[in-house]
């Protein structure tokens, strides 16, 4: 599917959001997988593994011509013809030639990405060829006229009164709702399919080029019908799946079954090395073709940035635990590869245009990176595409206004201060905009916005600075856009805990933005000046630490920054200096400060991790420990790691996403019992304050530095619970 329109997509997202059985599969299969996932792995060292896989992918793509030398060599001499194609429509060419001229009427296939990638069944039925999908998945949406919804499990959007539905049109017979049935009925009509056929299409997940062996892993019997009863087998395959040995294969096999539906091994592994015999052909032997397509690979495995694309092994994980997949599903998030690495390849291999909206529909949480069977950096990877659709087809209005602002401080600051004044006619009196002004209304509605603070931050800093004798530590704040002029009193909080341990704050008044909304517009130029401003504004001040309680802020600061590109070297020694110099509140709280538990709290604590924070500064330690020291009961909620849906500008591009997964958050965190919600991000804040407050829920957000300040004082944490 190719979105002409901005409008045209959303509507079709706001479709997706509202069919309650995608909503039901979707979010059924998501909130299972990371617990399958990690039962399949259980005693295995996952990072290790996923390192091993890294390391023989990068090798493997870095000598693709070689290895593909080698594979047809090996291949040949066991009796392979092998063709090479430069495109899609080549591969197209090469594959209807190889049935025209083996007198081919009948063809089966089974599952393939890349034959979806070159959209070859359209191809060959415009030649007047029969072709049916053998994968049980792959012929239901053969017989809708639909992709793929995933790439490991095509028909996952579908219920099964659907595909009775399909069955009974199919076999004009009307079939039950029963899953056995429907089964047994697929296998009935295909049957016959397998042994008329003339030809066998198949993908492979290895080419192994020391033997010259393909190697198709599936969780069904037609691959292997597929490759046997015709009298024509064709593979068709990317150049990534080259690999050396039998042995890097294996590796891989460790992990993808694992990692694509939470298996611990798969049903099917088959390897084949030359023609088998085929009774119906004229020398007895199988005709038998491998075709690697090449559309881009190439161009992608010499590309400094974008090489490690190739790793990918087609695991499908990126999108399980995508929260924007588990709302819209495969159609919305793909064109024909689906979720955060269909973002990227769609732009290589179908288009500018077809990738516009999928590269700019990335809430930035970091699970796909977190998940990747291959160390793929998928969200860098996805900006980067961004960035690069940016530049050809301009950037939208919302980043052209985040630019404007952001690039200048003191324009950023003026104009806050301005919104102060403007927010007026719309502000209620416990703290929220109760009435949203037009341009935000409805889509925006979902939830209640924080008024900006009376006073900012960094204008009220002198008079709120604790005053520290002989400090231990002298550490800088960032404060960020929110604390600074939403919610300062988190920092302000902050800093009476850090000078209760004799540890003294300054808050350098040039520092702004960190820089991450640019960013997230695709404006990497502009992110560099700000990135660079605020290095220079803590550059003399000799500080131990450089604190921040926004985990968005802190992850970019330390982990980005130091990977910007386009700085001398003297910038980029000082870049490095502050980026190591940065820490969370929670881990500076941990390391440096004690504080005494209040047996009198009592209050019943839930918790949301900001995905910067755990994923980004892959800080996989529970706040539980710290929570139930300050005096509090802590019980865990469901989503807990799970994005809560703000994703900084992404909530306002996406409010219908952006609602849907905030419920799913409250909804959890209000299961618990719990009266207070905490979390480390102001960002997370802002989303799930506002949202509780909109849907009347009975819990409190707040952020754990204000009851760890007020840990000693309970009637101060009483006055922010409801």
């Given at each position: 599917?190719?979105?002409?329109?901005?409008?045209?997509?959303?509507?079709?997202i706001?479709?997706?959001l509202?069919?309650?059985?995608?909503?039901t599969?979707?979010?059924?299969?998501?909130?299972?997988?990371?617990?399958?996932?990690?039962?399949?792995?259980?005693?295995?060292?996952?990072?290790?593994?996923?390192?091993?896989?890294?390391?023989?992918?990068?090798?493997s793509?870095?000598?693709?011509?070689?290895?593909?030398?080698?594979?047809?060599?090996?291949?040949?001499?066991?009796?392979?013809?092998?063709?090479?194609a430069?495109?899609?429509?080549?591969?197209?060419?090469?594959?209807?030639?190889?049935?025209?001229?083996?007198?081919?009427?009948?063809?089966?296939k089974?599952?393939?990405?890349?034959?979806?990638?070159?959209?070859?069944?359209?191809?060959?039925?415009?030649?007047?060829?029969?072709?049916?999908?053998?994968?049980l998945?792959?012929?239901?949406?053969?017989l809708?006229?639909?992709?793929?919804s995933?790439?490991?499990m095509?028909?996952?959007?579908?219920?099964?009164?659907?595909?009775?539905?399909?069955?009974?049109?199919?076999?004009?017979?009307?079939?039950?709702?029963?899953?056995?049935?429907?089964?047994?009925?697929?296998?009935?009509?295909?049957?016959?399919?397998?042994?008329?056929?003339?030809?066998?299409?198949?993908?492979?997940?290895?080419?192994?080029?020391?033997?010259?062996?393909?190697?198709?892993?599936?969780?069904?019997?037609?691959?292997?019908?597929v490759?046997?009863?015709?009298?024509?087998?064709?593979?068709?395959?990317?150049?990534?799946k080259?690999?050396?040995?039998?042995?890097?294969?294996l590796?891989?096999?460790?992990?993808?079954?694992?990692?694509?539906?939470?298996?611990?091994?798969?049903?099917?592994?088959?390897?084949?090395?030359?023609?088998?015999?085929?009774?119906?052909?004229?020398?007895?032997?199988?005709?038998?073709?491998?075709?690697?397509?090449?559309?881009?690979?190439?161009?992608?495995a010499?590309?400094?940035?974008?090489?490690?694309?190739?790793n990918?092994?087609?695991?499908?994980?990126?999108?399980?635990?995508?929260?924007?997949?588990?709302?819209?599903?495969?159609?919305?998030?793909?064109?024909?590869?689906?979720?955060?690495?269909?973002?990227?390849?769609?732009?290589?291999?179908h288009?500018i245009?077809?990738?516009?909206?999928?590269?700019?529909?990335?809430?930035?949480?970091l699970?796909?990176?977190?998940?990747?069977?291959?160390?793929?950096?998928?969200?860098?990877?996805?900006?980067?595409?961004?960035?690069?659709?940016?530049?050809?087809?301009?950037?939208?209005?919302?980043?052209?206004?985040?630019?404007?602002?952001?690039?200048?401080?003191?324009?950023?600051?003026?104009?806050?201060?301005?919104?102060?004044?403007?927010?007026k006619?719309?502000?209620?009196?416990?703290?929220?905009?109760?009435?949203?002004?037009?341009?935000?209304?409805?889509?925006?509605?979902?939830?209640?916005?924080?008024?900006?603070?009376?006073?900012?931050?960094?204008?009220?800093?002198?008079?709120?600075?604790?005053?520290?004798?002989?400090?231990?530590?002298?550490?800088?704040?960032?404060?960020?856009?929110?604390d600074?002029?939403?919610?300062?009193?988190?920092?302000?909080?902050?800093?009476?805990?850090?000078?209760?341990?004799?540890?003294e704050?300054?808050m350098?008044?040039e520092?702004?933005?960190?820089?991450?909304?640019?960013?997230?517009?695709?404006?990497?130029?502009?992110s560099?000046?700000?990135?660079?401003?605020?290095?220079?504004?803590?550059?003399?001040?000799?500080?131990?630490?450089?604190?921040?309680?926004?985990?968005?802020?802190?992850?970019?600061?330390?982990?980005s920054y130091?990977?910007?590109?386009?700085?001398?070297?003297?910038?980029?020694?000082?870049?490095?200096?502050?980026?190591?110099?940065?820490?969370?509140?929670?881990?500076?709280?941990?390391?440096?400060?004690s504080?005494?538990s209040?047996?009198?709290?009592?209050?019943?604590?839930?918790?949301?991790?900001?995905?910067?924070?755990?994923?980004?500064?892959?800080?996989?330690?529970?706040?539980?420990?710290?929570?139930?020291?300050?005096g509090?009961?802590?019980?865990?909620?469901?989503?807990?790691?799970?994005?809560?849906?703000?994703?900084?500008?992404?909530?306002?591009?996406?409010?219908?996403?952006?609602?849907?997964?905030?419920?799913?958050?409250?909804?959890?965190?209000?299961?618990?019992?719990?009266?207070?919600?905490?979390?480390?991000?102001?960002?997370?804040?802002?989303?799930l304050?506002?949202?509780?407050?909109?849907?009347?829920?009975?819990?409190?957000?707040?952020?754990?530095?204000e009851?760890?300040?007020?840990?000693?004082?309970?009637?101060?944490?009483?006055?922010?619970?409801?």
């Open positions: 599917m190719a979105y002409t329109s901005n409008k045209k997509y959303r509507k079709e706001s479709h997706a509202d069919d309650k059985f995608l909503q599969a979707l979010g059924n299969f998501t909130s299972n997988y990371p617990q399958s996932r990690e039962n399949a792995f259980n005693g295995k060292n996952i990072e290790e593994l996923i390192h091993g896989i890294t390391d023989l992918k990068r090798k793509v870095s000598h693709i011509n070689e290895l593909y030398s080698l594979f047809k060599q090996k291949a040949t001499e066991h009796g392979a013809i092998i063709h090479l430069s495109d899609a429509e080549e591969a197209n060419s090469i594959i209807e030639k190889i049935a025209s001229e083996g007198n081919v009427r009948s063809i089966v089974s599952k393939s990405m890349t034959s979806e990638e070159i959209h070859l069944n359209d191809h060959l039925i415009s030649k007047g060829f029969e072709v049916v999908e053998t994968d998945g792959e012929w239901i949406i053969q809708r006229h639909e992709g793929p995933h790439m490991v095509p028909a996952i959007h579908l219920s099964k009164g659907q595909v009775a539905e399909t069955f009974s049109d199919e076999t004009k017979q009307s079939q039950p709702e029963v899953i056995k049935t429907l089964v047994s009925v697929a296998r009935k009509e295909l049957r016959p399919r397998f042994l008329k056929a003339d030809m066998g299409i198949t993908g492979a997940n290895f080419a192994i080029a020391g033997t010259g062996t393909i190697g198709i892993v599936t969780n069904e019997g037609n691959a292997r019908l490759t046997t009863l015709p009298r024509i087998h064709v593979a068709l395959i990317g150049l990534e080259l690999i050396e040995t039998v042995d890097e294969a590796k891989i096999l460790e992990v993808l079954p694992k990692n694509a539906t939470g298996q611990k091994i798969t049903s099917y592994i088959t390897w084949i090395t030359g023609r088998n015999e085929c009774k119906s052909s004229a020398d007895g032997k199988k005709e038998y073709h491998i075709v690697f397509l090449d559309n881009k690979r190439s161009e992608i010499n590309d400094k940035i974008f090489s490690d694309i190739l990918c092994i087609r695991c499908g994980a990126c999108a399980n635990v995508c929260p924007v997949y588990g709302h819209i599903g495969g159609h919305m998030m793909g064109h024909v590869y689906i979720g955060p690495v269909g973002h990227i390849l769609t732009y290589f291999y288009g245009d077809n990738a516009a909206f999928l590269a700019d529909n990335c809430i930035n949480c699970a796909c990176k977190e998940v990747c069977a291959a160390g793929i950096d998928l969200p860098s990877l996805i900006k980067e595409i961004q960035i690069r659709i940016n530049e050809r087809k301009g950037r939208p209005v919302i980043s052209k206004t985040v630019t404007a602002l952001l690039k200048n401080r003191k324009m950023f600051h003026r104009f806050l201060k301005i919104a102060k004044t403007g927010q006619p719309f502000t209620g009196n416990d703290g929220f905009i109760r009435h949203l002004p037009l341009i935000l209304y409805k889509e925006h509605s979902f939830r209640t916005l924080p008024v900006l603070a009376d006073e900012p931050l960094r204008d009220k800093w002198k008079s709120i600075k604790p005053v520290v004798n002989n400090p231990k530590l002298k550490i800088g704040i960032f404060a960020g856009c929110l600074d002029f939403v919610y300062p009193e988190q920092v302000e909080a902050a800093i009476k805990l850090f000078a209760a341990n004799n540890i704050s300054f350098p008044e520092q702004s933005c960190c820089g991450l909304p640019l960013m997230m517009t695709g404006d990497k130029k502009n560099k000046i700000v990135a660079l401003r605020n290095v220079m504004a803590f550059k003399d001040g000799g500080y131990d630490a450089i604190v921040t309680l926004c985990a968005s802020c802190a992850s970019f600061l330390k982990g130091p990977e910007m590109e386009g700085f001398n070297d003297e910038e980029k020694e000082q870049i490095t200096r502050f980026a190591g110099k940065i820490t969370d509140f929670r881990s500076f709280v941990n390391k440096y400060c504080f005494r209040n047996e009198n709290v009592g209050k019943t604590v839930t918790y949301h991790a900001p995905c910067h924070l755990i994923r980004g500064l892959n800080l996989k330690e529970s706040a539980e420990n710290l929570i139930t020291k300050a509090y009961k802590f019980v865990r909620s469901e989503f807990e790691n799970q994005c809560c849906g703000f994703g900084g500008t992404y909530t306002v591009k996406y409010p219908e996403i952006s609602a849907a997964q905030l419920e799913k958050k409250l909804d959890a965190a209000e299961k618990t019992g719990a009266e207070i919600l905490l979390t480390e991000c102001p960002g997370c804040i802002m989303q304050r506002g949202g509780a407050d909109k849907q009347k829920r009975n819990i409190s957000v707040l952020h754990l530095s009851i760890l300040n007020c840990n000693q004082n309970p009637a101060n944490v009483e006055q922010k619970i409801k």
